[in-house]
């Protein structure tokens, strides 16, 4: 399945309290923290060292990140990063996931279906520019001039190769100032190797955010170009040995997003009226798969990606939910506020500058309150089956037809050329499709489409007519046709004109709702998004006033790199080591899911050295979309790979505590003895070690 769990409900829904007391901060390349690094550590990163950190590292576009670990194109990410393409090669029996894959020789890689890489290759400060576009405006008229200079902006980065190269305009400091990233693409990627899934979560849901820790939740990757691999001269050489405690370390990713800079206003509307129904939402969706996959092993093969990501959000937003309803955390919010709300009324001089952006947010987050409900079923998809291929892919379809007969600088962002070589290629992959999985998927959602927006809804009669929901699913399942990816490339080379002529049923329903849709976008982005934005920009800026640009913006899903060190924590007085050791493998396994071991381990054991370090934590200060981030040392040779966090990084959304909040990651020692000893692959063992094929 396609990321669409992520798309669907990271734009909508986005704990431990306490100073923090270690290395806070996930700094942008171009405003690293060199004096404090140089102050605690006496470490001063220099350009070339800075150049390869930049280029040897990686994002995924679908949400997780990477790294280049040889100068012939090999990439180092998460297994949990890669389930989609496990689950996309995996057709008929085959169950990569669950199973594991093992190129033996270059010709056995097999190319991911959907699956792009982004390397970093500069950062352009574009602040000026887009306040230009934007001043004075507000509402409609700020959206449409943001979109036009985006536009522009990235039009001009792209400079008419948008299959080489990806621009995005990035918002920093929640509107304080922008930056254009440049990256290039690599979309020939390749499947080298992936454990089982057993040891790549081993543990399960109950070791899930927690420590001691055994798991190798590796895959890797080898980026193409013109069907060869990658020449990649920047990359992390790898360390067989690991980090020590206390080892400086550094964790280079692309962390998703952070509301750490946010007003308490809306802070407190993001938990009420979003995350708390977002959770009840997500508890639903995992009880029906959880009933689903009792079918049998193929509905568990079928149902295992989303299962994973629901289980690993569920977890998150009860810990968002303890810090947003932690009083310490309340109190020193709203004091913050109001402290800076004084400075910016203090004088007169003030107060005309600044003006009152905090009624404009209090208006903003209660016009997000009446448009939440329908703005998440119709236009986030949650009541069409979003969390499936079909409907996605149909919707997709829909859209960029009619996005790409406008100027670039009026289509939605998705649409725009800069991004439109990635949205073709989720669209054309060859990707299975499960009909009684998508069916089950699709009733589910119509069910909550007529439960959250009512059975007299004019959308909701429109959708169902005299149908029930399990009716409807079964009708448009069994008569779509996008299943298979060559009716998909036709529909989307036909453009519009094949869009409107098209008798698919599933093509029907996102024609047939798109005008509703993309109405509560709008109002959505008009009476919500764009007040918030304007407000959030005068914050910063008076923000900036103060206490000048001194700290680091909330993560926006770009390149970050994170400084700390090799360190343990203390649990209810007892402290916990820093690292695991592979007979703790050995001993915490039961022979029973999830501690059981595959059976590549078992005949192993006798082979490997029982001290090898397995897993380890840091202080880095990290957040989802750091998984696959490498942990580096001062030499900018790989140590780890992250893969989560413990309990307490879970309120890191909105709080860093250094005190507690850990970095967990597996070590490259532990990577190196698996690969040579576990699974008998020494080339891939000798390319790590050397950096080369």
Known sequence: MKQIFGLALAGLFVAGTGAAMADEGMWTMDHLPVKQMQERYGFTPTQQWIDLVQHASLRLAE???????????????????????????????????????????????????????????????VTAQVNAATAGKSGADRVKAERAIDSKLEQECVNGDAKTWRCDVITLYNGGSYSLYKYRRYQDVRLVFAPEQSIAFFG????????????????????????????????????????????????????????????????????????????????ELRGMLWEYARGGDERVKE?????????????????????????????????????????????????????DPWTELDKAQQRGKELSSRYMMLERGIGFGQFGELFSDARTLVRAAAERTKPDAERLPQYRDANLPAVQQTVESDVPVYPQYEETLLAWSLGKLRQVLGADDPTVHEVLGKDSPDQRASELVSGTKLADPAVRKQLWDGGEKAIEASSDPMIALARQVDAE????????????????????EVIAKARFDRDGMSSYPDATFTLRLSYGKVVGWNENGEPVPPFTHVDGLYKRATGADPFKLPESWVKAQSQLNMSTPMDFVTDNDIIGGNSGSPVINREGHAVGLIFDGNIHSLGGDFVYDGSNNRAVAVDTAALVEAVRKVYGLPRLADELTQGHL
């Open 63 to 125: 949400g997780c990140s990477g790294s280049f670990v040889s100068a012939n194109g090999l990439v180092m990410t998460n297994h949990h990063c890669a389930n989609s393409c496990l689950s996309q090669l995996s057709k008929g029996h085959q169950d990569y996931m669950s199973n594991g894959y093992i190129a033996l020789k270059q010709e056995d890689e097999p190319k991911c279906p959907d699956v792009e890489l982004n390397q970093l290759e500069s950062i352009t400060d």
């Open 204 to 283: 399960g849901d109950p070791d899930n955010f927690n420590f001691p820790r055994y798991d190798l939740d590796v895959t890797f990757f080898r980026a193409y170009v013109d069907g060869k691999p990658a020449n990649t001269p920047q990359y992390f050489k790898f360390d067989t040995q690991g980090p020590k405690a206390g080892d400086m370390t550094f964790v280079v990713g692309n962390p998703g997003s952070t509301r750490r800079g946010l007003t308490w206003t809306q802070l407190s509307a993001l938990r009420d009226f979003q995350i708390v129904p977002g959770y009840a939402l997500l508890s």
């Open 303 to 355: 149902s295992q990606e989303l299962q994973f990501g629901i289980e690993n959000s569920i977890k998150a937003y009860n810990g968002w939910l303890q810090t947003l309803a932690d009083d310490k955390f309340v109190d020193q919010k709203r004091a913050q506020d109001a402290a800076l709300r004084q400075w910016m009324q203090a004088t007169p001089e003030r107060h005309t500058k600044y003006g």
């Open 517 to 536: 849709s993309r109405k509560i976008r709008k109002a959505y982005e008009d009476e919500v998004m764009a007040p918030t934005d304007k407000a959030n």
